[in-house]
């Protein structure tokens, strides 16, 4: 299947290239980077001399006519302008921005502070997180990459709330992400003597994550709670370390009676048949390194009998199940291939 990346310099896409590299039904054909155009890939990443040849070149509609399946790994407001054409030529779409992953386009203008996709496209997008939405993403023409934090933080909570066991008013969000997740270009945020030997909250209350948290949340809620307007408290911070990221999240349960034990059954039952997300056995819990590299979501459960309130560690790599290694998976579900395809890579530990 030949593929294009849009967006060809930042971590993602060069994520993307490293995979599809040794993808054994996918050819990468075409790298575009409107910044970079016309350059070879290994200027820019010297690493990648001897792996691909492929000249970048600036997007143009009419040079993507072999192309099956382009993925978008631009900043936000990019996609939402390209995909319309690629769709209208019959190319798949596979976006890791977040221009099509919220269904309201009030929320979309509102937090990411742009003009949103037109609905005659926005409404064709299936969300694409793998292990969850599988059989919608399999006959999609756009799937919408989910983000880093809502893909661990979802994939934690979704099994809880489909039982209806949790307050779904109750959730904090505690996350924690390297600093290759703010992207590639300089700023003073990621600079080396702000964030060595240093943790920084940073986002309050305004990160444009929220919304797709909470939008899924409320999806998997329907049935179970009558006011289905859930809020989340979500705070993220930087941490001193290249890549990962871990969510701790909090919530109040619904009935006393559940049991630790009782918990974590359901999970490892719910997730028996996905083998990219791990349940640790109880009283056990991950750590970033543990998935770093990899397309594993390491899952750890605690349940606090005194309080009554349930704790989640999800830990992820996020440039891979968080990015790059999550649209790859998509790529093997529209096409029937087995999700493990090209993703076989057991995490680099230490």
Known sequence: MKAAIIGGTGYGAVELIRLLDKHPFAELVSVISHSQGGKGIEE??????????????VFDIQKLNEVEVVFFATPAGVSKELIPECYRKGIRCIDLS???RLNNPAN??????NSAVSSLYLDKAIYGLSEIYGEEIRDSKIIANPGCYPTATLLALIPIIRKGWLDVNTIIIDGKSGVSGAGRSISLQTHYSEINENVKAYKLGKHQ??????????KES?????????????TTHLVPMTRGIMCTIYGQLNDDSISADKVVEE???FYQDHPFVRVRPYGTWPSTKEVAGSNYCDIGIHLDSRTGRITFISVIDNLMKGAAGQAIQNLNIINGWDVRTGLLDIPVYP
């Open 267 to 269: 999970y490892q039952s």
């Open 222 to 234: 329907k049935g179970f709670i009558e006011e289905l307007d859930p809020k989340v408290t979500f």
């Open 44 to 57: 820019v990443y010297p690493h990648l001399s001897d792996i691909s040849k492929i000249q970048m070149d």
């Open 108 to 113: 979309y203008e509102k937090w990411y502070k």
């Open 209 to 218: 994550h929220i919304p797709e948290i909470e939008q899924n949340i409320q």
């Open 98 to 100: 977040g221009d099509f």
